[in-house]
């Protein structure tokens, strides 16, 4: 069974930074996409990045390009969302997801992606 666990949240001040984990168990191949995704509170879920562990094709939503990056270790296993210039409108809860992939497929995927697995989530909150 794939598993989701994050970790790496907490408080910061306007312009800090965080780098969120997200470890990834279960997965039996390379062929799978992560998204980070966020809720704040009073607010719908939103897609945040993703990233491709097929190729490391990655994708952003426009709010925080330049700010956050999506990574994977060598592993593959562990996914990192670094948080830079972080701003109040940031607090939320992330959460990682998963889908698997039943063949290999390149490039991008969309936040919009149905994702099959999902972590509990850790709270970010960005204040002074």
């Known amino acids: 069974e794939v598993q989701l666990v994050e970790s790496g949240g907490g408080l910061v001040q306007p312009g800090g930074s965080l780098r969120l984990s997200c470890a990834v168990s279960?997965?039996?191949?390379?062929?799978?996409?992560i998204g980070w995704y966020r809720q704040a509170p009073g607010k719908e879920r939103e897609g945040v990045s993703t990233?491709?562990?097929?190729?490391?094709?990655?994708y952003y939503i426009d709010s925080v390009k330049g700010r956050f990056t999506i990574s994977s270790d060598p592993t593959k296993r562990t996914v990192y969302l670094q948080m830079n210039k972080l701003d109040p409108e940031d607090t939320a809860v992330y959460s990682c997801?998963?889908?698997?992939?039943?063949?290999?497929?390149?490039?991008?995927?969309?936040?919009?992606?149905?994702?099959?697995?999902w972590g509990k989530g850790t709270l970010v909150t960005v204040s002074a």
């Open positions: 997801a998963a889908t698997v992939l039943n063949i290999p497929v390149y490039g991008p995927f969309y936040p919009g992606t149905n994702m099959n697995y």
């Open positions: 990233i491709n562990i097929v190729d490391g094709s990655t």
């Open positions: 279960g997965v039996t191949s390379d062929d799978f996409v």
